[in-house]
């Protein structure tokens, strides 16, 4: 059964594709975050195609990291750059409704 995580959730690294080693190598499995923003094929102009992988996704995750990653991601504006990653749903599980206040890296 998928669950759907909601922003706001508290979710930790549970797989790393090899799109995430590739992209986001200070990203280890155990490493919590917080969902900030959702990203669905079709709406708000996401196609879900990655050019890096040649494949498309058709749900990603923006995580707010809470150690700094690196790179410029900012999670379309919804945390500090270098705090921020899009994850696909497998790699990614729920461990809390977490409060999306108060944590290292929030732009908010």
């Known amino acids: 059964m998928d669950v759907k995580m ?3 959730d508290k979710v930790k690294l549970v797989f790393r594709f090899p799109r995430t080693s590739r992209n986001h190598p200070l990203i280890s499995v155990g490493d919590e975050g917080i969902v900030v923003h959702i990203l669905e094929s079709g709406k708000e102009g996401f196609s879900g195609y990655d ?3 040649d494949e498309t996704y058709p749900l990603l995750y923006g995580v707010r990291w ?3 990653i690196g790179g410029n991601n900012d999670c379309q504006g919804h945390c500090l750059p270098g705090y921020g990653a899009y994850m696909l749903p ?8 977490g409060d999306t206040q108060g944590q290292q890296g929030s732009s908010k």
């Open 66 to 68: 809470s150690k700094l």
């Open 51 to 53: 050019i890096t992988t």
């Open 90 to 97: 497998e790699e990614i599980r729920i461990i809390g409704e």
């Open 6 to 8: 909601k922003v706001g």
